[in-house]
């Protein structure tokens, strides 16, 4: 079946270490996103991509990083510069970036991140 | 102010109750989502609006674009319906320019 998948669902890590979040589609979607989601508030766009080999910051960017070095894959990278970084994450994707009037998004199961 | 907000925040229904939940915004839109949210963050998408009405199922979707308002509906609910139903708003056409609201909490009691 196709969909996005994330990897792994819980994920525990140490103050001051680097952790990455997984991303795969089988949909063959050229955009790819990642979002933040906090307690009581909307997700918030941390990168997107809409092609290999460029993305975009999104309005939280800071103490994250990304790659999108093939279409199907778009890891995100947790650095210890962000000084919050306990949260869960959610990857999404749409056929392209500029939405049709019937492309909709999908999204991953998402990773819960706590950094102990 | 948030731009996109949600109202209520947190509802109880008894099963078989008819359920609205309400999304204002403040923001020009090309397209308005409803999406709801599984108890375990997955995030399922049931619908993209730009005027009027679309029903599936149990569920109707509304906007006013004057009235900058949407509703989303759920007749007859199930405690599968329990989950937390999210408002985002597109403002032109690309989806980096998507704003969330926070979201409804849903609890359906048998």
């Known amino acids: 079946d196709g969909g996005i998948t994330q990897s792994p669902k819980y994920l525990f890590r140490k103050e001051g270490q680097n952790v990455t979040l997984s991303c795969e589609q089988n949909?063959?979607?050229?955009?790819m996103y990642w979002y933040r989601q906090d307690p009581g508030q909307g997700l918030r766009l941390i990168y997107y991509?809409?092609?290999?080999?460029?993305?975009q910051k999104g309005d939280i960017a800071e103490g994250y990083s990304v790659s999108r070095e093939k279409k199907e894959s778009f890891p995100l990278t947790v650095t210890s510069a962000q000084k919050n970084p306990t949260a869960f994450y959610l990857c999404a994707s749409t056929p392209f970036l500029g939405g049709g009037e019937t492309d909709t998004q999908y999204f991953g199961p998402g990773t819960r991140l706590t950094v102990l | 102010k948030n731009e996109v907000e949600q109202s209520p925040q947190n509802l109880t229904a008894q099963e078989g109750e008819f359920i609205t939940i309400n999304c204002s915004y403040s923001?020009?839109?090309?397209?308005l989502h409803w999406l709801q949210q599984h108890p375990g963050g997955g995030i399922v998408s049931l619908f993209m609006l730009s005027s009027g009405k679309k029903k599936h199922g149990r569920l109707i979707a509304t906007i006013n674009i004057q009235e900058k308002h949407s509703s989303l509906h759920i007749t007859a609910s199930h405690p599968r319906d329990s989950a937390v139903y999210i408002c985002a708003v597109r403002s032109g056409t690309s989806y980096d320019k998507v704003i969330f609201g926070p979201g409804t909490s849903l609890s359906v009691i048998p």
């Open positions: 923001v020009g839109i090309s397209a």
């Open positions: 949909l063959n979607h050229d955009a």
């Open positions: 991509s809409q092609i290999v080999n460029d993305f």
